[in-house]
C-alpha cells in the first residue's frame, strides 16, 4: 500500500480520549501526529480494530456456507481484527486439533481466538476435557447453538471452568420452554399462526445459570440477549456483584419484531427479534452499562438452508459486515451514546471478556466514514453466504480502511 495521509478524529477507548490530527503511513508503518491537519478532504474516525466473540464460520462441515477465509474476510471488511469462532461445526470444537486448525491458518487477514465445547460433541452431557482445550489455546467455552440443559454438567464444567480462568458463554435459550417458537408476538406470526418464543424460553435458563454462577464463582457470559426480563436478571446479578456479563446483537439492537415483513427467513434468527419493549429495554442496558459488549452471531447459512419461511428454514443471519453501521445507527445517531462508549463497547469490554490485552492502536485499527451514506446490498458482501435483512436499509457510518498487524487488510 502506498503512503497515505488521512485527516482523522481518533477515539482512545482505553484512555477516553477523543483528538482530532493526521493518520500518515502505510507499507506496515503508521503514526498519529495529534492537532496536525491535513488540509481539505473529509475527516475519519479512527478506533482501534473491532473484536467480535460470537461468529460461525462453518468451517469445518459447511464450508457452502462459509470458510474460515471468507468469513475473515466479512470480518475485515466490516472493521474487525479479532474473532472469536464458535465450536459448532461437524466435527464439534472439542478436540486440540481443531483448536489448532483454527489458530494457526496465517492465511487469515485477521486473527482467530476460537472457543471450545463445554460438553463432548455439543451433546451436552459430558464435559469436554476443558484443561486440554484451555492449554491448546480455547479462548473461552461454549456450546453455543445449544443451551447445556443438564445441570449436574453445567455445574461441573463451570467450576472447571473457573479454575482455568476462562469465561462461560451461554446460549441462553431453554428449549422446553421454547416449545418450537420461532418468533415474538407480532402481526407476522398471527398472521401466518406462528409459534410463538415467550420470555421464559430465555429467562429460565439465565436464572438457572446465573444460580451455578453464584455456586461455583465461574463467569457467565450471556450470549445475544433478546429480552426486557433478560436484561432486568443480567442487571440484578451484576448489582450482587456476580461475574455475569451479557452482549447484544445489531440485529436485537435496531430491530424488533414488528419490523418483519413478511415470511422471510432472512429475518430469522435464534433467539428471535424481541418485541419493542424488548429492544427499548436492550438498549437501556446498553447505555447503563448492564449490557457492556455487542456481538454479531455472525452465521452465513446457504440459500437452500434458508428456503421454507419461518417455519422450516436455519435460524440465523451474517452481521459482520454491516455490525459497525447498525450499532452507530442504533446507539450512537437514534440514542446519543458516547462515541467512547460504542467504542468500548466493541474493542476494550470484548478483550477484558476474554482477557486478552488490546493491540497497538497503530497495528490495528479502522477508519470509518460517519457520513457514508451507504446503502446495504449483499452485492459487495465478502462474505460466502447471503442471509441477513438488512438489504436496502440506509446507513451513515461504514467502514473505510482496515489495518491489522500494520498492514491494511481491506480498503472499500
Avoid at 467480535?52 to 464450508?63: A, K
Avoid at 415470511?263 to 429495554?281: Q, S
Avoid at 462515541?339 to 497497538?360: D, H, M, Y
Wanted: aromatic letters at 6%; a negative charge.
Amino acid at each position: 500500500m502506498d503512503r497515505r495521509i488521512y485527516k482523522v478524529r481518533r477515539i482512545d477507548p482505553v484512555e477516553r480520549t477523543d483528538e482530532c490530527g493526521v493518520l500518515e503511513g502505510g507499507n506496515g508503518s503508521w503514526r498519529f501526529i495529534p492537532g496536525a491537519d491535513a488540509g481539505g478532504g473529509k475527516r475519519l474516525l479512527m478506533i482501534p480494530g473491532l473484536r467480535d466473540v460470537h461468529v460461525h464460520f462453518r468451517d469445518p462441515g459447511n464450508t457452502g456456507a462459509e470458510t474460515r477465509q471468507t468469513g475473515a474476510l466479512a470480518a475485515v471488511a466490516g472493521g474487525f481484527t479479532c474473532v472469536t469462532t464458535m465450536p459448532n461445526t461437524t466435527p464439534a470444537g472439542d478436540s486440540e486439533e481443531w483448536l489448532r486448525e483454527q489458530i494457526e491458518d496465517e492465511s487469515l487477514p485477521c486473527r482467530i481466538m476460537p472457543s471450545a465445547c463445554i460438553t463432548k460433541g455439543r451433546l451436552g452431557r459430558e464435559v469436554a476435557k476443558l484443561e486440554l482445550l484451555a492449554s491448546a489455546g480455547a479462548a473461552a467455552f461454549t456450546d453455543d447453538g445449544a443451551y447445556v440443559a443438564n445441570e449436574d454438567a453445567m455445574r461441573e464444567a463451570m467450576v472447571r471452568a473457573a479454575r482455568l480462568g476462562k469465561v462461560v458463554l451461554q446460549h441462553g435459550v431453554e428449549p422446553v420452554a421454547l416449545a418450537g417458537g420461532v418468533m415474538r408476538d407480532c402481526r407476522i406470526a398471527r398472521q401466518h399462526g406462528f409459534a410463538i418464543m415467550h420470555p421464559e424460553a430465555e429467562t429460565l435458563a439465565i436464572e438457572r445459570d446465573i444460580r451455578l454462577c453464584r455456586e461455583t464463582g465461574c463467569a457467565l457470559h450471556v450470549q445475544h440477549i433478546s429480552t426486557a426480563q433478560g436484561v432486568e436478571l443480567v442487571r440484578s446479578a451484576q448489582k450482587e456483584g456476580l461475574p455475569v456479563t451479557a452482549e447484544a446483537t445489531p440485529h436485537h439492537i435496531l430491530l424488533c419484531a414488528d419490523d418483519i415483513p413478511c415470511d422471510d427467513a432472512n429475518w430469522k434468527m435464534a433467539p428471535p427479534l424481541g418485541t419493542a419493549e424488548d429492544r427499548r429495554a436492550i438498549r437501556d442496558g446498553i447505555l447503563d452499562g448492564t449490557i457492556g459488549l455487542f456481538a454479531t452471531d455472525h452465521a452465513p447459512h446457504t440459500a437452500e438452508a434458508k428456503e421454507g419461511g419461518f417455519r422450516k428454514a436455519a435460524n440465523g443471519i451474517i452481521g459482520l459486515e454491516t455490525a459497525l453501521a447498525a450499532t452507530y445507527q442504533a446507539m450512537v445517531l437514534e440514542e446519543g451514546m458516547a462515541l467512547v462508549e460504542w467504542v468500548r463497547c466493541w474493542t476494550v469490554n470484548p478483550a477484558r471478556l476474554l482477557g486478552v490485552p488490546l493491540p497497538s492502536a497503530m497495528e490495528d485499527f479502522v477508519l470509518v466514514d460517519e457520513s457514508a451514506n451507504i446503502v446495504a446490498g449483499t452485492d459487495t458482501f465478502k462474505s460466502k453466504s447471503r442471509n441477513q435483512p438488512y438489504s436496502g436499509m440506509r446507513f451513515a457510518a461504514w467502514p473505510v480502511l482496515t489495518v491489522h498487524g500494520g498492514k491494511a487488510v481491506y480498503e472499500r
